[in-house]
Structure formats: C-alpha cells, structure tokens
C-alpha cells in the first residue's frame, strides 16, 4: 500500500497574521491586509499599495536573530514559519526521532537585491554625452559598496539551508522557484519524497518577498497589478467584473508532512491528511495562462486521481483567484470543465482577496486556510465581490464566511511560465 501522508504541524508569517489563528481569523471576518507601500518610496510607480508584513521581529523565534540581519526578508520568514510548524508537529527538539530522516522543501523566492547600490553603480557607469553605458565603472562604483555576506544570502538555496541547519533537518534538503505554484509545488514534491520512503518527515512550503522597487515595478512593466491607488483595500477583487490585477503581497509558511505511521508511534497530532497532489504545464506563454485551461484542468484531474477521488467528493476549493482577467475566466472554466455540474454549487473562494498575492508562499498560506476551513467547518470568502463576470459564474462565497461542513478541498496555484499546481486535503480518518 502507498505510504499515506498527513500534515503535523503548521506555521505562517502573513500580511493578516504571524500564526495560524491570527491568519484564519482574520480571513474569516474578511478583513483586508492592503494598504499602502511603506517600506519603501513608491509614489513614483503606477502602483503605491500592497499587502506588506508588519512588525515581524524574527527575535520572537531565535535568540540569536542577529546572525541573520543580513539575510533577505525570505529567509527570516520562512525561519518564523518554519519555527512555528516544526515546534507545532512536536519536532523542535533536535534528539526526537532519526534526524536524517527528516528533510526541507521550499518554493523560495530570491533575497532582497541591493537596490540602492546598483542603481547609483548603473548611474556612475553613464558619462554625460555617453550613448551607452561602461561596465569598467559600472563595476569600479558597486564592488566597495557590496557587502558579499548579504550577496550569499541572494541565492535561493540558503533559505533551505538555513532551516536545516537551524533545526538539524538532516534529510533531503531542496529549493524551487516555479513562480506563483512554487510553495505548492514543493509541497507535492515533499510529499513523493516521503511516498516513496526517502524521508519520514517534511519541512515543506514556500517563502517570499518582492515588495521592494524591482518587484513593483517588474510587476508593473507586466501590467499584472492594480491600480486602484485610491482605495487599496478593494482592489483585490477576484472574479469580479471589475477587477484589474493583482495585489502583491509577502510572507511565508511551512507545514510539516509526516508519514502515518512515523507520525502515530510518536503520538503527534493529525490536522490532515495531504491526499493528492498534480502537476503540469501550459507551454504556452510565460505571463498568460493558456486561454482553454487545458495545462489546470490535467492539473486539478490529475490531484483528483492521485487522492482517489472523485469531482463530487470535493466540497471547497480554494482558488488561485489572482484578480486577473486572465486567470480568473481561465481557472472558472477548468473548474467547470473538470467538476461539471457539480460546478454549480461548489463553494469557491480566493485568499488572495484579503491577503493579496504572496508569490512562492501563496501556495502553502492557501493550503494551511484550507486544512482551517476542514477543522474548523467555516469557509472564508472572497471579499470585495461587487459585480458579477458573466465569465466567472460560480459561487465564490462573497464577502461573509460560511459555515460549512466538508471533508475534501481542493487547493489550486497556478504561475506565470504556465506552471500548474493542485493539492486535495482531506480531514483525516484511519
């Protein structure tokens, strides 16, 4: 029999919340994380606001947080998270259990670039009259002024190995970065690892942070965020008729997969089982989904199929919801392509209505809502849904939870590069 999979411990660093009770209630009041951009001058973008983290001090977790003080907002993150989920699973003490059988895998976005000290060192390398810039004084400007610790903590493998190194995760250790189905992806691939008896136990989920000016304005040049500066609050809107982008937000969260029967003879509590998991890809474009879904509705068909279920046992999705008006027709007509009529009354809602994007942690945030939604029978909603799409005609839950009793839910992340993600979790039961 194949090795089954549940989820013993979670964590999260969020725009609504450091924990996971902060996050889900907050999500089921329908309460909104944007606001303006602080951290840093964003009057000159078409964008000014997103879902920033506030008040996190990684302090909280480490005792000798400083020795990270140059490491990018994804690694100190992803600490916070990782802290909460491997102490939540009862892992925290390093001599519990056969370390090398336990292992880290993130969907983790790149540290935070020097943004000052290359845009000065790009300006010195351009003289007045010049029609083109010198790389010998582009690179004379920027090496006295680059700190090379902070460059190390650029690369996305150190987060995972931070985290290993931190909790003595002795066992698989690996990093991706497919976009906004990363945290999920890793995720699923965890899971594999522990199916096929390669770890007993996984540190998985995704980390990241872009609000910083490259990443606005990357997003921006993309023309993939919002505009609506004069009400940042509302402009998250998924599968409304008016929505026109996405709101970029930040954090991390890691849940911990643990094999059964590892997880009973140490007498660890149960949250959920991670039952399927599918992956595919468009081959498409590298911003746009493919118009049909067809690379979503492989991905949703094949989790199903790997959690041995079918369509009618679902009873929520959690979408990926991003208040595009690509992605959101797209992602309603592969859920009506794959579930039919059960479509019709099939509860949907997107997290990123109240928490905005979070990039390569959207993912697991949006799984750990979806194991709240099964223990605690509430489905959060899709807030800021004033008018209806005749694209998008399903039940999105708008703007008040739902108290709803479901054992199955399907979590879906789909990223720019036409990468597909789709977990089912399911409440646990021998």
Known sequence: MRRRVVITGM??????????????????????????????DARALPTTFGAEVKNFDLRRYLKDADRFARSGLNTRFAIGAAKQAIENAGLLDASRGDRSRIGVYLGVGEGQDNFPALINSAAAAVTTGA?????????????????PRAEVEVEMHTTVGHLANLFALDGPNASCLTACAAGSQAIGEAVELIRAGDADAMAAGGSQSMLHPLGVAGFTRLGALSHRNDSPQTASRPFDLTRDGFVIGEGAG??????????KVRGATIYAELTGYGSTADAYRMTDPHPSGKGAIRCIANALADARLNATDIG????????TQANDAMETAAIKSVFGEHARTLPVSSSKSTLGHLIAAAGVVELVTAVMAIRAGVLPPTINY????????????????REVSVDHVLSNSFGFGGQNVALTVSRFRE
């Open 254 to 263: 890691v849940v911990i997969l643990e094999e059964l029967e590892h997880a």
């Open 11 to 40: 964590g999260v660093v969020t725009p609504l919340g450091h924990t996971v009770a902060e996050l889900f209630a907050a999500q089921a009041e329908g309460r909104s994380a944007v606001g303006p951009i602080t951290r840093f």
């Open 316 to 323: 929520y999705i959690n979408a990926h919801g991003t208040s």
């Open 131 to 147: 029609d083109r810039a010198d790389p010998a004084r582009f690179v004379t400007a920027l090496l006295p002024v680059l700190d």
């Open 386 to 401: 004033e008018m209806p799409d005749p694209a998008c005609d399903l039940d999105y839950i708008p703007n008040a939870a």
